[in-house]
């Protein structure tokens, strides 16, 4: 298992929802498999791996039989609405046929926290803030950054709206 994966770690925020660090070889993906994950979604853009990582990576999880998908997000960048709509429809999708899901970003520290509140919110009706709350409880470390959680409050209200008028 690699150092990083180790050091950042991962933890499950819901009963088949993990969230955590971004994956970097064989050896971690092995330790998704252990978990019981089924299904990736990949947060993480293509520079953020250094030379072969991403390679070796798809291929393991390929070997495996687990599913990946991606949406890639900025790192310490802004999280687009409907980027936030589609990861989070994805991840409830997946939980809904009974996967066990893991969710990353780099470090599991923010755009993999902020996504996880967002599935936390629609699937138990609660607000933003308190699914942010649910989910620091999980893993202290999660904590997106100021305008992350301004662009998920602003995601939320806007779904708010939208379900409002129709």
Request: proline share 4%; glycine share 8%; aromatic share 8%.
């Amino acid at each position: 298992m690699s150092r990083w994966f180790r050091t950042y770690g991962y933890v499950p925020v819901l009963e088949h929802l993990v969230i955590g660090a971004y994956p970097l070889d064989a050896g971690d993906v092995e330790m998704l498999q252990w978990m019981g994950i089924d299904r990736v979604l990949n947060l993480v853009q293509d520079s953020e791996y250094t030379d072969g990582e991403r390679e070796e990576v798809s291929g393991a999880l390929l070997s495996l039989g687990i599913e990946e998908r991606r949406v890639e997000l900025v790192d310490h960048g802004d999280l687009p609405a409907e980027a936030l709509e589609h990861a989070s429809q994805q991840v409830l999708g997946w939980l809904d046929e009974g996967r066990r899901v893991y969710l990353h970003c780099r470090a599991g520290w923010q755009r993999s926290a902020a996504v996880a509140a967002a599935v936390i919110a629609l699937r138990d009706g609660t607000d933003i803030a308190e699914a942010l709350e649910r989910v620091r409880q999980r893993k202290p470390s999660a904590d997106p950054l100021p305008h992350q959680r301004e662009d998920l409050l602003r995601w939320w209200n806007g779904r708010e709206v939208r379900r409002a008028d129709g």
